[in-house]
């Protein structure tokens, strides 16, 4: 096991570039931080490219580690691991995953699209959400939230590794639908869209949640075969995106 105490040591330099999105884009990886979403990596047959420890997280985590006889492990120092960490506590273990390309992926059955919803937490709550409501993926449009930001990451609590995630033009994933008879659901609150109940559960549709201000673009919701809503019955003024889409994907899924 290889030891690294400074700061200024090499790799971790490199290593915290990870925390922008451009150097994960470059070097095809990005960090996972925390016991749970190592474990959750390695359940799914993620990849750990490297493991960083502290002494305190090898007592405590030592043993699963050789139980699933990971490589490339590296004991850092708590300073280190402090400079590695974006937490104000970090639990003393991190690791670098690559990124990988999906392939041959089928727009079949539930699936929830991001309209530039920018916020890291809602991006992260709705994906965790989509895969406990059992929905088939998520497709990400532009200016939604880098999911292998580590904020991200926390949110999602390794739903990431459950169900496929896309990018792509939302514009052209809607058209992908419609040709398939997938019903799209766009959500805003106007004369012609409909209470959400008024739906009855299905097995395929395309429900499209979108930024945290502006809602989902025009452009969309004029793709959309309905619009929904839901009806606010206190005194606040709407819900938030990631509740929203919580109480829709589990009112259409079958």
């Given at each position: ?20 999105k ?7 990886s ?14 799914n ?21 050789e ?15 402090n ?20 392939e ?20 992260g ?24 930001s ?13 169900l ?26 106007n ?6 109940n ?52 589990y009112?259409?899924?079958?």
């Amino acid at each position: 096991m290889n030891e690294i105490l400074s700061v200024k040591n090499t790799r971790i330099k490199e290593l915290k570039k990870l925390h922008k999105k451009k150097y994960r884009e470059e070097s095809h990886s990005y960090l996972i931080e925390g016991f749970h979403l190592i474990e959750e990596a390695v359940k799914n047959k993620q990849t750990l490219k490297q493991v960083y420890i502290t002494q305190r997280g090898l007592q405590q985590w030592g043993s699963w580690i050789e139980e699933q006889q990971l490589a490339n492990i590296f004991l850092v120092s708590d300073e280190v691991m402090n400079s590695l960490s974006d937490l104000p506590t970090p639990q003393g273990i991190l690791a670098v995953v690559p990124i990988t390309q999906l392939e041959n992926v089928q727009l079949k059955g539930s699936w929830l699209l991001l309209d530039n919803v920018q916020d890291p937490g809602n991006v992260g709550t709705m994906i965790r959400t989509a895969d406990a409501a059992g929905l088939t993926g998520i497709i990400l449009g532009e200016g939604t939230a880098d999911i292998y930001s580590t904020k991200v990451m926390r949110s999602m609590q390794g739903s990431n590794f459950h169900l496929p995630i896309l990018s792509m033009n939302l514009k052209e994933a809607v058209q992908l639908f419609k040709e398939q008879r997938i019903p799209v659901y766009g959500t805003e609150l106007n004369e012609f869209a409909v209470v959400y109940n008024k739906i009855e559960p299905q097995k395929d549709f395309a429900l499209i949640m979108g930024n945290e201000g502006q809602g989902v673009s025009k452009e969309l919701l004029a793709l959309a075969d309905k619009n929904l809503y839901i009806p606010i019955k206190g005194q606040a003024e709407s819900l938030n995106v990631g509740i929203a889409a919580g109480i829709l994907m589990y009112h259409l899924t079958v």
